[in-house]
């Protein structure tokens, strides 16, 4: 197992790589530059600022640069926060964004897998059909129409909950955002979960453990939850990398100084060295969490286990 | 007379589907008595599974079950899931079909048994394990104690059985039900798992569930043959198989291949021997396939020549039917395909008409294939389900023969229906409206419509029912006299390729072992291995059973990643010597002439 896991970050460092170069020149064939917005900036100071960045060497040099220096674990300094470095500015988004993504994604685990697994074991009924009704409007609306009427509702009517601001993670403040997140993660979880349960429950392995005589109880958490969850394990992977590096959306609805707002903003401002530094960052949690999710995978499944 | 251990009566089973209900079982009558050993025989979509179903509680959501069924004069029908279950696998317990999908594959194994004993007994978890180790022993499996802590997938088929069966029996139950306990094992491992069978009879009050006369006729003192959920006859054994009234079970027992007797005329023309061996048509020499496989070990994974096709020469005359037998794995299947240039060979030559086909380039390969047509296993997967059976049939024209008019072709494609028994009402119909004897009927007019020199039969029937069966074998027969194609017929039943075949080869574990002539090989079998082979076939004739003594060969097929040395079989050859195992036997030509590789035949 750990033999195989090393092996698996091998493989990562030459997928990484490729990852950087093509990011690296795709941003530098969009139109601008990281100093157009600067209002009233004379071309000599313009022609400095481009010197003082490096950004008037040949390309090519530009990119053996930000190797070497990405080598040494410099991220490099911000093009448009002047004063700063990537690598401060990701160490101050990142566990906002975290802290929502991780929040709202085991928040959607639970509710969505016990959404689902009682869906599938109420098959057909009013209850299978109300759960994935739901379900289904969850994975419709978009967030930015859920996360406003919910600061609606929750702050504004009934005034329960701030409106918007981190105040250091304070749990009311978190409670709106996470809420919005996680409620399209419940739905996709909740119809992938039912989906895989109904399929386990028709195995022939289930009527052999019916045949033994065990309770039903018995018969659905020893064997049909385990291979009902693998779906849910491959759908994580990419979800928690995804929910951790941030929601434009979100963030920017409620005010939160996360990374993907940063993103955004980075690459609205041609901030290139930001987006390749987050992009590193999202790259190599979404290799991490891959790896997580194979040795889940082959723990649940032991056909499936690396040898 | 006693009270019967358990009382079917007018059982019934409805399913509601969305095209409306579908009666399984029809008022259905028996009783079962202790010490019998009753089989339920009948085609598939009898009723006779949904009959075992019922009886355990077991039928699907959608099924309506009525009647009464009592065992020891308790009603189980209907019965609430928590009386059920004091009774399910403690009282009576089942066996199923496929033992790869019926274990659950992500539990240990001895986590899988033990929970039967931690359901239905008082045994502490010492107590459970010593009586788990205890009855693997007792079904033969090997080193208990290591298979305990293994995940089925690393056990072979015939272990996986036995673990089944080891899972029944932990309890001591009065009644074993086995529901096509052996259809999904290899002929030898069948034979293993029928002689533990019997063996538990002296205890155990059995029903097995068939569509195989001859598991019935070794094993039974009872029968009852369904049909569409009905029983249509029921008796001792010896009245089933001598004295049958009901035109199904005679039907059936006419549809089974006797193995014991005389067979039908021979597949070619005239008598066997008569298609002109001196000019082959194919001739395959020295061939060999082999798949690198990966095995991991440490840091470094390396990867070892899996030989699934080694040194293979035999020849194919004009008109004339060759049989390749052997168990699953053995690599007939391979060898079909690399014949074919479906798949690439490691060495050795297939040479077709003269030409050696693996040196034609691809687009003149491709030319040549109007000459060679193939029918696989699976009928309905081998069929595009979008396609009309008028389309699937007309392609090798249109590829072909893009010449040809629309009337021309739709002509061929409807004498090449007729061949196969289709009327021009099937011409627009879609694969999955046919039954899979029809599908297979489809896929043989398609490989047939070119009139090819070579025709590669794999294992056409095997998913086939008997009568269904019966009537395939009757039309390759025909069509093969009528347009004097040579035939290539995989099987690993041999009573198939016993009707059918001019000359049979017997393959195991990617080499061949013996050749000869049909009716030498079956009078006189010279290979151990073939002898093996033809003694497991369940005869269907409950005293030839006791007659001829029956070769049960120990074990199972070795890892072809890591065969034994000198000879593949010797392993769980009775025959074996030193030599065996030192050396690779020669070919040698017998007196009645078969060619046979082995030191001692």
């Keep these: 197992m750990l033999s195989y896991a090393l092996r698996r970050l091998l493989v990562a460092v030459p997928t990484l790589f490729v990852i950087v170069t093509v990011s690296f020149f795709l941003i530098r064939v969009a139109p601008g530059g990281p100093f157009d917005l600067i209002p009233d900036l004379d071309p000599a100071a313009a022609e400095n600022l481009r010197k003082a960045y490096d950004l008037d060497k040949p390309l090519v040099q530009q990119y053996g640069n930000y190797l070497l220096r990405l080598a040494n674990g410099d991220l490099g300094p911000s093009l448009a926060y002047r004063d700063r470095n990537v690598a401060e500015l990701i160490a101050e988004g990142l566990p906002v964004s975290a802290q929502l993504g991780l929040t709202a994604i085991a928040v959607g685990l639970f509710f969505g897998m016990l959404c689902g697994i009682v869906a599938a074991l109420r098959k057909n009924t009013a209850v299978d059909f109300t759960i994935m009704a739901i379900a289904m409007t969850g994975v419709a609306i978009p967030t930015f129409v859920t996360a406003p009427l919910l600061t609606l509702f929750f702050g504004l009517y009934l005034g329960w909950l701030p409106l918007s601001g981190w105040n250091n993670g304070q749990f009311a403040h978190i409670v709106l955002p996470v809420v919005a997140l996680a409620l399209p993660t419940i739905a996709g979880i909740a119809r992938i979960t039912r989906g895989s349960m109904l399929e386990s429950l028709n195995a022939d392995y289930v009527r052999t453990a019916r045949a033994k005589g065990l309770p039903e109880w018995k018969v659905i958490a020893r064997h049909v939850l385990r291979p009902a969850c693998m779906p849910v394990v491959s759908y994580l992977g990419p979800a928690i990398a995804g929910a951790m590096t941030g929601s434009v959306v979100i963030e920017t609805i409620f005010g939160l100084p996360g990374i993907g707002r940063a993103f955004v903003e980075g690459a609205l401002n041609r901030d290139y060295s930001l987006i390749l530094g987050i992009v590193i960052i999202y790259a190599t949690l979404i290799i991490l969490l891959n790896l997580l999710a194979d040795i889940i995978y082959g723990y649940l499944d032991p056909r499936v286990r690396p040898k | 007379m006693s009270k019967p251990l358990l009382d079917c009566n007018n059982l019934r089973v409805r399913f509601t589907t969305r095209d409306g209900d579908v009666a399984a079982v029809n008022g259905v009558d028996f009783e079962v008595r202790r010490g019998d050993c009753l089989g339920i025989v009948g085609e598939s979509g009898s009723g006779k599974t949904q009959t075992a179903m019922a ?419 009757r039309l390759l027969r025909d069509l093969q006299r009528k347009y004097r194609v040579a035939v290539i017929f995989i099987s690993h039943d041999l009573s198939v390729v016993r009707t059918l075949c001019d000359r049979i080869l017997v393959m195991y574990l990617g080499r061949l072992v013996e050749i000869a002539d049909r009716d030498t090989l079956f009078d006189s079998p010279s290979h151990p291995y073939t002898q093996a082979l033809i003694s497991a076939i369940p005869v269907p004739d409950p005293e030839a059973q006791g007659l001829g003594k029956r070769i049960i060969l120990t074990g199972e097929v070795p890892s072809p990643t890591d065969p034994p040395s000198g000879c593949v079989f010797r392993t769980r050859c009775p025959m074996a010597t030193e030599l065996c195992s030192e050396q690779l036997p020669d070919w040698r030509t017998l007196d009645n002439g078969a060619r046979v590789a082995c030191h001692h035949a």
């Design chain 2, 55 to 473: 009886l355990m509680g077991l039928l699907a959501d959608n099924a309506v079950a009525s009647g009464s069924v009592r065992f020891r004069s308790e009603e189980l029908l209907n019965a609430r899931a928590e009386r059920l279950n004091r009774i399910r696998g403690r009282r009576i317990s089942m066996i199923f079909q496929d033992p790869m999908t019926s274990l659950t594959p992500f539990m240990r194994i001895g986590a899988q048994l033990g929970e039967v004993l931690e359901q239905h007994s008082e045994m502490s978890r010492e107590e459970a394990r010593a009586r788990v180790l205890e009855v693997l022993e007792i079904v033969q499996i090997p080193e208990p104690a290591r298979r305990f802590g293994m995940y089925p997938h690393q056990l072979s088929g015939g272990q996986r059985q036995r673990v089944m069966i080891a899972q029944a029996l932990l309890c001591e139950p009065d009644l074993l039900i086995a529901d096509e306990p052996t259809t999904a094992l290899d002929l030898t491992v069948q034979a293993q798992v029928l002689e533990f069978l019997k063996s538990l009879r002296v205890r155990t009050t059995i029903v097995i569930i068939t569509h195989d006369l001859g598991v019935v006729a070794g094993l039974c003192n009872r029968v009852m043959v369904m049909h569409a959920g009905r029983i249509v006859e029921k008796g001792t054994i010896g009245e089933i198989f001598h004295a049958a009234q009901h035109p199904r079970t005679r039907a059936m027992l006419a549809a089974l291949p006797r193995p014991d007797r005389e067979p039908g005329t021979p597949a070619s023309a005239g008598p066997p021997g008569s298609a002109d061996r001196s000019e082959a048509r194919l001739r395959v020499e020295k061939l060999k396939v082999q798949f690198p496989v990966r095995v991991h070990g440490g840091w470094r994974s390396r990867t070892v020549p899996l030989k699934a096709v080694d040194d293979v020469s035999f020849a194919v005359a004009k008109g004339e039917t060759v049989g390749i037998v052997g168990e699953s794995g053995c690599g007939k299947t391979t060898l079909s395909r690399a014949i074919l240039q479906l798949i690439g060979s490691t060495a050795g030559r297939i040479v077709w008409q003269g030409e050696e086909l693996a040196r034609l380039g691809r687009k003149a390969m491709n030319e040549r294939r109007r000459d060679l047509g193939i029918v696989f296993q699976d009928p309905l997967a081998s069929l595009n389900p979008r396609m009309t059976i008028g389309s699937i049939v007309a392609e090798p024209l249109r590829r072909f023969h893009p010449e040809m008019g629309g009337q021309k072709r739709e002509a061929e494609v409807l004498q090449a229906l007729r061949d196969v028994g289709l009327g021009p009402e099937f011409l627009n119909r879609y694969p999955h409206e046919f039954s899979g004897g029809q599908s297979q009927r489809v896929s043989i007019a398609r490989a047939m419509i070119l009139k090819p020199g070579l025709l590669i039969c794999d294992e056409p029937v095997s998913s086939l029912d008997g009568s269904t069966r019966a009537q395939v074998i």
